[in-house]
């Protein structure tokens, strides 16, 4: 009488570890890019979100609300921003948002920035040429979009 083997040889059991592991090891990467890039998009989507709102304020107003501190919004702006207050949150890439609005004797700059804060570090430097790529040129020396400051700020009117 013939014995019938029941399971797996143990080279079966290794090739199918092998090819779990092929595919974990192209598969895991994908992924982490994927989270950046949604982290990347959402932060860019915040940020044009706030320009946007900020714009119209100027538009109805006809002036800039005053410079405020990292994570802080513009009192006069508070209607703008009906659904939520998008400075109370830190940025999905890391720091918090700063609406600066700065006036020197040669130029008027209205800006937003992302900077660190003592619950929120700074963004990482490539998630910064990810969200300079998302928002401007992808070179944070140029454009509107740059590192100044111990920040990145993106620089939306200046006058």
């Known amino acids: 009488m013939k014995r019938i083997a029941i399971g797996f040889t143990m080279a079966e059991l290794m090739v199918v570890i092998v090819v779990i592991g092929i ?10 890019g994927a989270q950046t890039d949604t982290r990347v998009a959402a932060a860019g989507e915040d940020i ?3 320009v946007r709102a900020f714009e119209y ?16 919004m513009p009192p006069e ?6 659904r939520e207050n998008p400075f109370e949150k830190p940025c999905p890439i890391g ?6 609005y700065v006036v ?3 130029a008027r700059v209205v800006s937003i920035s992302v900077r660190d804060s003592l619950n929120s570090p700074a963004p990482s430097i490539v998630d910064a040429q990810g969200l300079d790529a998302y928002l401007d040129d992808g070179v944070l020396n140029t454009g509107r979009f ?3 400051y111990g920040g ?6 200046t006058q």
């Open 23 to 32: 595919l974990a090891a192209l598969l895991v990467p994908r992924y982490v």
């Open 48 to 50: 044009l979100g706030m």
């Open 57 to 72: 304020f100027n538009a109805n107003n006809g002036y800039w609300p005053a410079d405020t501190s990292a994570g802080v």
């Open 77 to 82: 702006s508070r209607t703008q921003f009906k």
């Open 95 to 100: 720091g918090v948002y700063d609406y600066d």
């Open 104 to 106: 020197t004797k040669n």
């Open 146 to 148: 740059r590192k100044i």
């Open 152 to 157: 990145y700020t993106y620089i939306f009117h």
